[in-house]
T-cell receptor
Framework: ETGVTQTPRHLVMGMTNKKSLKCEQH?????MYWYKQSAKKPLELMFV???????ENNSVPSRFSPECPNSSHLFLHLHTLQPEDSALYLC????????????FGPGTRLTVT | DQQVKQNSPSLSVQEGRISILNCDYTNSMFDYFLWYKKYPAEGPTFLISISSIKDKNEDGRFTVFLNKSAKHLSLHIVPSQPGDSAVYFCAASARGAQKLVFGQGTRLTINP
């Protein structure tokens, strides 16, 4: 149990839908991350936020839009996705005690139909 | 260009024996290395880490070895238990980079 929660755990959406993934923790953090995990691929870093400011965007298509409104919440807004965007989306945090070790939420399994 | 590579997609080990998972990296700026374990339908769980100033770190049944000259690290699990069956990811970070680079993962299966 990492204290990082993600909702929803499963999501099925059509290509014309708009949805949002939510990540939440209340333990304080250094940085927050969104990753994508597709089958048989390494975890792909999508976005990094440090102190609620986006510090890195790994060339992610604009149909993915992150938001970090405060120190406890991180969102990933989705719109007009493609079937190849189906994957496990993971949120992670680092905490002041160690800036290297990232602690992950359980993920949202997204299926785009 | 994959900077962290786990060349074995899967490994099968008998219960009670030693499991050895391997990882190679190419970036000489990496100075901190981590292993994560992942069960299906869950996020990766941090397992053990090692700084580049060390060549070994041990935590219970888990030991990580780092060979900087070969740019290679390995995770040893002994004795292996059925609950160790999972996908193991190796990850690396460079000082100040604030991000991890992950390998593709190795699926470990412990047979009773």
């Amino acid at each position: 149990e990492t204290g990082v929660t993600q909702t929803p755990r499963h999501l099925v959406m059509g290509m014309t839908n708009k949805k949002s993934l939510k990540c939440e923790q209340h333990l304080g953090h250094n940085a927050m991350y969104w990753y994508k995990q597709s089958a048989k691929k390494p975890l792909e870093l999508m976005f990094v936020y440090s102190l609620e400011e986006r510090v890195e965007n790994n060339s992610v298509p604009s149909r993915f839009s992150p938001e970090c409104p405060n120190s406890s919440h991180l969102f990933l807004h989705l719109h007009t996705l493609q079937p190849e965007d189906s994957a496990l989306y993971l949120c992670a945090m680092t905490f002041p005690s160690s800036s290297y070790e990232q602690y992950f939420g359980p993920g949202t399994r997204l299926t785009v139909t | 260009d994959q900077q962290v590579k786990q060349n074995s997609p899967s490994l099968s080990v008998q219960e009670g024996r030693i499991s050895i998972l391997n990882c190679d990296y190419t970036n000489s700026m990496f100075d901190y290395f981590l292993w994560y374990k992942k069960y299906p339908a869950e996020g990766p769980t941090f397992l053990i880490s090692i700084s580049s100033i060390k060549d070994k770190n041990e935590d219970g049944r888990f030991t990580v070895f780092l060979n900087k000259s070969a740019k290679h690290l390995s995770l040893h699990i002994v004795p292996s238990q059925p609950g160790d069956s999972a996908v193991y990811f190796c990850a690396a970070s460079a000082r100040g980079a604030q991000k991890l680079v992950f390998g593709q993962g190795t699926r470990l299966t412990i047979n009773p």
